[in-house]
């Protein structure tokens, strides 16, 4: 019987057949409206339309916790569907993600959606922060062994989760969150742009694309400033960090824009400058007061998630900390994260992050299919015959 990873985020979904790598999809985990010709469009129908001005967004998460689920069960046929995968739910067991300390209703509501609504075989359910941890291994030690202790920084849509754990199970004690995330960053740089440029408060689609495409982490950022100081795109000012970036027409051949280059042809283009706003946006991981958010930075968080686990694991906890996320994307990040919590220690702080960090929970998820559940798979009969109350404290225990 196939199984079906799907890593739910709030922002896209990542979803293939555990036992064929090349079937992994990235499916937006919403509805769109059109602003022009006002046509709705699900998940990664969106791919068909020119029309991405001013798009309207229905997502099925609020803060982080999915909350519309008319919305989701749209894009989960879409997925489901002939169309992408072609999955007969009662013949595929599921492995799904869910939020770090995800509400007990909502859990409910999951379980009863895929037994119930979809008559799935069998489910295995668990934060992404879980599965991201699995490959731990293979960022390590190359596949050889799994650390006995480590911390994932998960860097999602809605927040930052800091969720440590000790022998494969999460120390709730330790699990921390950072309210900033990717959809924080996309606005952040819409307000920004808007307030010197041009007015892209309505280019929610546009501006996401433009931050994946620019942004990074700086590793020194008072040099950064300094140096970018009268920067203009990279046509006044003279930096080597400023940049011009095409904004789409909306056309076949320019539906998403792309960076300037000289060989570029840029007749009857309108071009957004970029300079300092491509790392001082992402700064706000690291300084959530910067825009209005009294908590710690991901690095301090990071300490303060270590320091509520026992004494004995610190060390190996700092030596084992592991980056993922879609929004974890951004060059510099895992080099930054690294140095501003080796400030905060005298362990030794080691950071990870793989080569698409996006993927990890969903790699890590195939590859928990691939060694076997056990007695965490829950069979469409095991629920049936302990209820969705007790199916909930089932899936605690391996968490």
């Known amino acids: 019987m196939q199984t079906l990873v799907l890593d739910n985020g709030s922002f896209a979904i990542k979803c293939g057949y555990a036992e064929d790598p090349a079937s992994l999809r990235t499916i937006p985990n919403s509805v769109m409206r059109t602003k022009r010709s006002k046509r709705m469009y699900i998940g990664d129908l969106i791919d068909a339309t020119t029309d991405l001005s001013g798009l309207y967004y229905r997502s099925p998460f609020e803060r982080g916790y999915l909350v519309h689920w008319d919305v989701e069960l749209a894009v989960w046929d879409r997925v489901i569907s002939g169309d992408v995968l072609a999955c007969t739910p009662s013949e595929t067991n599921l492995v799904l993600t869910e939020p770090v300390n995800n509400l007990h209703q909502i859990q409910r509501s999951l379980d009863e959606i895929v037994f119930e609504e979809y008559q799935f075989a069998s489910l295995v359910r668990a934060p992404a922060s879980r599965f991201s941890m699995l490959t731990a291994s293979d960022l390590i030690y190359n596949g050889k062994l799994l650390p006995q202790c480590v911390l994932v920084v998960d860097v999602g849509h809605a927040f930052t989760h800091i969720v440590p754990y000790c022998n494969q199970r999460q120390i709730i004690q330790g699990i921390r969150r950072v309210d900033v995330g990717g959809r924080l960053l996309t606005n952040y740089l819409k307000e920004t742009v808007s307030f010197r440029y041009w007015d892209m408060m309505d280019e929610t689609f546009i501006m996401n694309i433009v931050k994946e495409k620019c942004c990074f982490v700086s590793q020194d950022f008072k040099r950064d400033i300094e140096a970018t100081r009268g920067c203009i795109g990279r046509r006044k000012g003279n930096s080597s960090l400023g940049l011009e970036y095409v ?8 539906k998403h824009g792309f960076v300037l280059d000289d060989q ?12 300092n706003e491509r790392f001082a946006i992402p700064e706000a991981l690291f300084y959530p007061m910067d825009v209005g958010i009294e908590q710690a930075g991901i690095h301090q968080a990071v300490e303060q998630a ?40 005298a362990y030794k702080a080691r950071v990870f992050m ?20 056990g007695d965490w798979r829950l069979t469409k009969g095991q629920y049936e015959e302990m209820g969705a109350e007790r199916a909930i404290l089932h899936y605690i225990t391996y968490i």
Do not use: Y
């Not at 904004?247 to 051949?253: H, S, V």
């Open 247 to 254: 904004l789409p027409d909306f056309t076949t051949n320019n």
């Open 264 to 275: 570029s042809d840029i007749s009857d283009s309108q071009l957004l400058p970029l300079c």
């Open 306 to 345: 270590i320091n509520a686990c026992p004494l004995e694991m610190h060390r190996l906890l700092f030596a084992n900390i592991i980056v993922t996320g879609g929004s974890a994307n951004m060059p510099g990040l895992s080099e930054r994260l690294q140095s501003e919590i080796q400030k905060l220690t």
């Open 354 to 373: 793989s080569s698409d960090p996006m993927f990890q929970a969903w790699q890590g998820a195939c590859k928990a299919a691939a060694e076997g559940v």
